[in-house]
């Protein structure tokens, strides 16, 4: 008898769905949870090496760079063997390379390493496992990924002070071999993504020639390169990434320009971290009451963003910088899980894991130029106004690209955000059926259908 595989006509929104989150969610306290706590190792890498504080921070802009450029070849390697396989893989590598970093005796072995090795890792995890989530779940998208993004915010406030209770107890290598160990835990979470099939993913392959170029194309997307609505939305993340880590960089050392200590000028960190939290649980929640288009609540997210950057020089009194500092981390967390939220509702489900890798490696720009921009205008003037007010205008900018978008002064539910003659989204602006409507009866959500030998596995 044939194997055959469940097809569900559209995403189950829910069930072991919320494992995957759970999976997630762990799997983005392990990778971005270490990268933001990553400073404690600075410290020790600094005085042990004896090097400059700018050749010690390449480390982590190495692997960075590699976690958001590398993004598309981990999304053409799901699409391919699924996520499961992916991710376990992601996670070998991100712990290999921190453990092998405990034995490092020259910079270019940290590089190496944490930058490369470890940074391959993480590409491998982040892109696919939030894809698959987002393939679970339709209604509940936007809460699901909510959750599953407060594994950051958590753990940014708890890696910290743990990481630091390591290298006093352990000094730095045997801090980082029991990293190491908890981000081993990674391939434990890729075990728990299962494969799901759905419909749109069963297209009749190509033949020939033309079956070859097109397996390719959509493998890494590169289809969506002429998706217009798609690269817009692109373009306006981009600007949004280049101010937005610029407080994770320079809030301290404004605090400390304005003459406030060193336990004061952390704390900023502290509470914007657990505002951050706070507001991608709140965003999550406004995503799934559906009381909002998802569109209009990332443009009034990202506008707060980057007003509440652009005040920062303001904030000459302590009291007031921390009310902006809670703002900023409330407004910058909220908006991340509608940022992943709103791609299928652009692209289709089925596009999923290419857009998620093509927009990581694309937005990765911003997020390189915009840190050395902010330091190069401190140079130039002096202080950090001028950094923290062009931020926000890369912010404010990416929020005008965003009401450019199809369909965006619509006041429906779901209308289209995407181009008609693109190919390959979601039909959103069709009407949906109204509550208590007759629905399509005596039909499962699933059907089962022979497994083809060379389908390419879903996840």
């Not at 070849?73 to 699409?79: K, N, P, R």
């Not at 099939?197 to 493998?219: C, I």
């Not at 009407?431 to 022979?450: I, K, R, W």
């Amino acid at each position: 008898m044939p194997c055959q595989t469940v097809v569900h006509r559209e995403p189950p929104d829910g069930g072991w769905g919320w494992v995957v989150v759970l999976a997630a969610f762990i799997q983005s306290a392990l990778v971005f949870g270490v990268i933001r706590s990553f400073g404690v190792f600075f410290v020790e890498f600094v005085e042990y090496f004896d090097e400059l504080s700018r050749r010690i921070s390449w480390i982590t802009s190495i692997g960075i760079a590699m976690q958001q450029f590398i993004s598309p070849v981990s999304s053409a390697l799901s699409t391919r063997y699924g996520a499961r396989p992916v991710v376990m893989a992601g996670g070998f590598f991100s712990s290999l390379g921190l453990f092998l970093a405990s034995f490092a005796t020259r910079l270019i072995h940290l590089y190496l390493c944490i930058g490369l090795l470890s940074g391959f890792g993480w590409a491998l995890v982040f892109t696919p496992s939030m894809a698959s989530m987002a393939r679970y779940f339709k209604a509940h998208r936007t809460l699901a990924t909510g959750l599953a993004l407060t594994g950051v915010g958590l753990s940014s406030f708890a890696f910290s002070p743990l990481f630091q209770l390591l290298v006093d107890t352990y000094a730095w290598r045997g801090a980082l071999m029991i990293v190491a160990g908890m981000s081993f835990n990674l391939v434990v979470c890729g075990a728990l993504i299962r494969p799901l099939t759905l419909k749109e993913d069963l297209a009749g392959p190509a033949k020939g020639a033309e079956m070859g170029l097109k397996k390719f194309s959509a493998l890494f997307g590169l289809h969506l390169l002429s998706h217009w609505p798609f690269m817009r939305f692109v373009l306006a993340i981009t600007l949004i990434n280049t101010g937005y880590f610029i407080p994770y960089v320079h809030l301290v050392a404004r605090a400390r320009e304005l003459g406030f200590d060193e336990y004061q000028a952390a704390f900023l960190m502290s509470i914007a971290a657990v505002a951050d939290l706070f507001g991608r649980l709140f965003s999550g929640w406004l995503g799934n009451s559906q009381t909002f288009r998802l569109i209009h609540i990332l443009v009034t997210w990202t506008t707060l963003t980057g007003i509440s950057l652009v005040l920062i020089p303001w904030g000459h009194s302590y009291p007031l910088l921390v009310a902006i500092s809670l703002c900023y981390g409330f407004f910058s967390g909220a908006l991340t899980p509608v940022v992943f939220s709103i791609i299928p509702e652009i692209v289709g489900i089925k596009n999923i894991f290419s857009s998620m890798g093509l927009l990581q490696m694309i937005e990765s720009i911003g997020g390189l130029l915009g840190a050395p921009l902010s330091g190069f205008l401190r140079d130039v003037t002096g202080d950090y106004i001028a950094s923290f007010l062009t931020a926000g205008s890369f912010i404010l900018a990416g929020s005008l690209v965003l009401v450019t978008l199809p369909g965006f002064s619509a006041c429906s539910a779901r209308p289209a955000l995407q181009d008609p003659e693109a190919g390959g989204g979601a039909l959103l602006g069709s009407t949906p059926v109204p509550v208590g409507a007759p629905q399509p009866q005596d039909s499962p959500s699933y059907e089962t259908v022979p497994k083809a030998e060379n389908a390419f596995p879903s996840s």
